[in-house]
C-alpha cells in the first residue's frame, strides 16, 4: 500500500462526483473507481478494516484508530489519514467524495470523531471537551487540510514513567506471544533504563509502526505505549 504514497502532493482542490455504484452502509463505505479497482472501510469497535481490491491484487489492513491522526490531508483524489506516531506515515486513503458527497462526509465525520474518542480514552479527555466541528463539509476542506498534520518527535514530547513501562511489559509477556513482539518488548526495556532517552523513544516509535496488524493486539495490553507515542497534553 504503501507503494501508492509516494510523492505526496498536497491541494487544497474541490471535487463533486457522484457514483451510483457506491455505498455505504452504517460505518462501512465502499468506494468504486474505474481503473482503481474497489476500496472498502469499516469501523469496528476501537478499529478501522481496510480491503483494497485491484484486477491484479487485494490488500488488507486493520488500523488501530488510537493512533490515526483526526486531521486528514486533500491530496488530488484522495483523502489522506496519517499516523499520530510517525507524522509522515500515511496510513490509509480514501476516494474524495465517492459514493457521493454526503455518504463520504458523514464517513469520515464518524471516522475522525471515532479516532479522537480513542485516542482521549487513553489519555483521559473526555469527547467534545475541545468544542471541535466534526461536521466540516470535505467538499471544501477544513483549514489545515492543505497542510500535514504536525506531531512532535517523541524526543520532545515526555519522560516515560519507568512504572508504567514496567506494567507495559508484564502485561505483554503475560498475555501475548512474546517472540512476535520481542522487539516491541527490547524498546520498552531500554526505554525503561533511559526514561528520557530520546534515541529510546525513537526505538520504540520505530518498532511499534512496523507491527502492522499487531498494534491493536499491543495497545490494548498495554495502552500507555499509545500515551507515550502520541502528543498528549496531559503527559
Do not use: C, W
Not at 71 to 77: F, I, L, R, T
Not at 127 to 146: I, M, V
Request: hydrophobic share 40%; charged share 25%.
Amino acid at each position: 500500500m504503501n507503494t501508492e504514497l509516494n510523492g505526496i502532493h498536497r491541494s487544497s482542490r474541490t471535487y463533486n462526483t457522484t457514483t451510483p455504484e457506491n455505498q455505504v452502509t452504517g460505518m462501512k463505505l465502499v468506494q468504486k473507481k474505474f481503473l482503481q479497482g474497489v476500496r472498502e472501510f469499516e469501523l469496528v469497535e476501537d478499529v478501522i478494516n481496510v480491503r483494497i481490491k485491484t484486477r491484479l491484487k487485494e490488500e488488507k489492513l486493520t488500523v488501530v484508530l488510537s493512533v490515526v491522526n483526526p486531521d486528514p490531508v486533500v491530496n488530488g483524489s484522495m483523502l489522506e489519514f496519517f499516523s499520530r506516531i510517525k507524522a509522515d506515515d500515511v496510513l490509509f486513503q480514501l476516494f474524495v467524495d465517492k459514493p457521493n458527497q454526503g455518504e463520504f462526509n458523514a464517513f469520515v465525520d464518524a471516522l475522525r470523531q471515532r479516532a479522537r474518542g480513542e485516542f482521549h480514552a487513553f489519555t483521559g479527555i473526555r469527547d467534545g471537551a475541545q468544542g471541535e466541528n466534526l461536521s466540516a463539509n470535505h467538499q471544501e476542506p477544513p483549514e489545515g487540510f492543505d497542510e500535514a498534520p504536525e506531531i512532535g518527535s517523541p524526543k520532545q514530547r515526555k519522560t516515560a514513567n519507568v512504572e508504567s513501562v514496567e506494567t507495559s511489559i508484564q502485561m505483554l509477556q503475560q498475555f501475548l506471544e512474546v517472540d512476535e513482539i520481542a522487539s516491541v518488548i527490547d524498546a520498552l526495556q531500554a526505554l525503561k533504563s533511559e526514561p528520557e532517552s530520546p534515541a529510546a523513544f525513537d526505538r520504540l516509535a520505530n518498532v511499534f509502526a512496523e507491527l502492522g496488524p499487531r498494534q491493536g493486539a499491543v495497545l490494548t495490553y498495554a495502552p500507555y505505549i499509545g500515551i507515550l507515542l502520541t502528543d498528549d497534553p496531559m503527559g
